[in-house]
Structures are given as C-alpha cells and as structure tokens.
C-alpha cells in the first residue's frame, strides 16, 4: 500500500485542493475562518518537517530547494514516498 503511486499523487492532490481554499478564504479576507487557521498549522508543522525531510533523503541526491519547496506544500506525503524511491528526487 506504501508502494501505491496512486495513493500519494491522491493525498497530494487533496493537499493542492486545501492550499487552494485556504488561499481563496485569506485573499476574501477570511483570516479567522477555521480552514485558514488549520492551513497556519499545517504550514507550521510542514516547516518543522524541513530538518526531517533532509536527514530522511541524506545520500539520495537531492536538490535541496526541491526538497525544501516540496516539503512545504506536501510534508510527509512527498519526502516518504520520495525516500522509498516513488517520486523523483530531482
């Protein structure tokens, strides 16, 4: 199952549609709804994971601003997959 290229291209898919929508509410001026609020900690967590993501891909070849932009957007449901050789490092 951690294997299925599928599963991430749709997590990372459903995390597109969430930026999206946060995006959308915070240029309407929805700045206190929940949504945005729960993007803020999201955005938190995945910069958190930055360290993580470079330790976890070390020795693979890569591009450190792929690594760090991806890491950002997608957090774990990029480097994982990215680390068992399903996404392309660079």
Known sequence: MLDNKAL????NLALIAFWLAALALLVLGQSSHWLVLVAAVILAAHVLEVPLAFMVLRGRGAA???VSLMT????YTWWLP???GI???R
């Open 82 to 84: 990215a680390r068992r």
């Open 8 to 11: 991430w291209l749709a997590q």
């Open 64 to 66: 450190p601003l792929r």
């Open 72 to 75: 950002l957007v997608f957090g």
């Open 87 to 89: 996404y392309a490092l």
